[in-house]
């Protein structure tokens, strides 16, 4: 099993340019998750999906969207990139909800120039 | 609302020698859960351990143990006989009925040979 995968793993973006962060599992989970992780800092919780067909906004959504295409992949996208957006983004899942273990994707880290 | 500190920011030890990770958290709920996630130098995060407020039996597991008393709302941590490959960034962490992980700011372990 290949856990939960991520795409891209590192990316440059300019201002006001969009893209879209891939996120896949394969350990049939229903619960799935985008954080970012500035330096120093814990992880903060950008949007969830707590089961397919539903999404939810975390601490901090502003500038992102996201899609739960299917119960395995779940995608956030950057519509106009903006500096403060320069971090590391991390996809999870969870079994059902955020009092069982999350398994993370490697990471992807994005600048924003 | 939860919160979790880690009041150490960093530890740094020789080989073979223990380390002990604080944890005190905050919390309202009546039953709830703890996570530790290690974060290596290469930036994935790792699931350590998951315990939930019924179960305060202390546990060993090879050279990590925790430690878990709901009395001082503590949750400590601790690596015995520590490696080099245990140099990492560990955080505690506390989840939210909000899908809210609430993380500790990590705690770095440097190991040195």
């Known amino acids: 099993n290949a856990g939960v995968t991520q795409t891209p793993k590192f990316q440059v973006l300019k201002t006001g340019q969009s893209m879209t962060l891939q996120c896949a599992q394969d350990m049939n989970h229903n619960s799935m998750y985008w954080y970012r992780q500035d330096p120093g800092m814990g992880l903060r919780l950008i949007y969830y999906?707590?089961?397919?067909?539903?999404?939810d906004k975390g601490e901090v959504p502003n500038g992102y969207n996201v899609s739960r295409l299917n119960k395995r992949e779940f995608s956030l996208r950057l519509e106009s990139a903006a500096p403060s957006q320069t971090s590391v983004y991390f996809c999870?899942?969870?079994?059902?909800?955020?009092?069982?273990?999350?398994?993370f994707g490697p990471g992807t880290r994005l600048t924003v120039t | 609302a939860q919160k979790v500190t880690q009041a150490q920011t960093e530890i740094s030890v020789v080989e073979k020698e223990d380390v002990t990770l604080d944890c005190v958290y905050e919390?309202?709920?009546?039953?709830?859960?703890l996570f530790w996630y290690k974060q290596p130098p290469s930036g994935e995060l790792v699931f350590l351990i998951r315990r939930n407020s019924f179960d305060e039996q202390n546990e060993i597991s090879g050279r990590y143990s925790w430690n878990f008393q709901k009395s001082t709302s503590s949750f400590n941590f601790t690596i015995t006989a520590s490696q080099v490959v245990d140099s990492a960034v560990y955080f505690c962490?506390?989840?939210?009925?909000?899908?809210?992980?609430?993380f500790g700011a990590g705690t770095t372990v440097t190991v040195r040979a």
């Open positions: 962490v506390h989840p939210g009925d909000d899908y809210k992980l609430s």
């Open positions: 919390t309202r709920d009546t039953t709830y859960y």
């Open positions: 999870a899942s969870s079994e059902m909800g955020v009092t069982y273990e999350q398994y």
């Open positions: 999906s707590a089961s397919e067909g539903t999404t």
